[in-house]
Nanobody, 123 residues
Framework: QVQLVESGGGLVQAGGSLRLSCATS????????MGWFRQAPGKEREFVAA????????YYANYVKGRFTISRDNAKNTVYLQMNSLKTEDTAVYYC????????????????WGQGTQVTVSA
């Protein structure tokens, strides 16, 4: 099992930026695709972005495409989510997860989760 710890959340005004980090344990971090998800109050957890094990393939939800960038540093066992041009509707708890494969980014298909980090975007 991989342990994941997210950080970098906080309160930001609309139009601002935040960079989330997800530090992982385990020697096989570089073998797994990783994803970012979010969950707003009263809503289901939803896919945000994902990255292949090598970083060569990137996947984004339409509602963040062009504003968010996912990246990873396998030497540091860390995956990042750069969030620019934030909107109030981006407010949520953001989670990183280890993917079982790249065939599906459904939350039910993720194998390990972090505890989440709160992102709040004010108007």
């Amino acid at each position: 099992q991989v342990q994941l710890v997210e950080s970098g959340g906080g309160l930001v005004q609309a139009g601002g930026s935040l960079r989330l980090s997800c530090a992982t344990s385990g020697r096989t971090f570089g073998s797994y695709a990783m994803g970012w998800f979010r969950q707003a109050p009263g809503k289901e957890r939803e896919f945000v972005a994902a990255i292949s094990w090598s970083g060569g393939r990137l996947y984004y939800a339409n509602y963040v495409k062009g504003r968010f960038t996912i990246s990873r540093d396998n030497a540091k066992n860390t995956v990042y989510l750069q969030m620019n041009s934030l909107k109030t509707e981006d407010t949520a708890v953001y989670y990183c997860a280890v993917a079982s494969s790249e065939s599906s980014w459904s939350p039910s298909r993720m194998r390990d989760w972090g505890q989440g980090t709160q992102v709040t975007v004010s108007a």
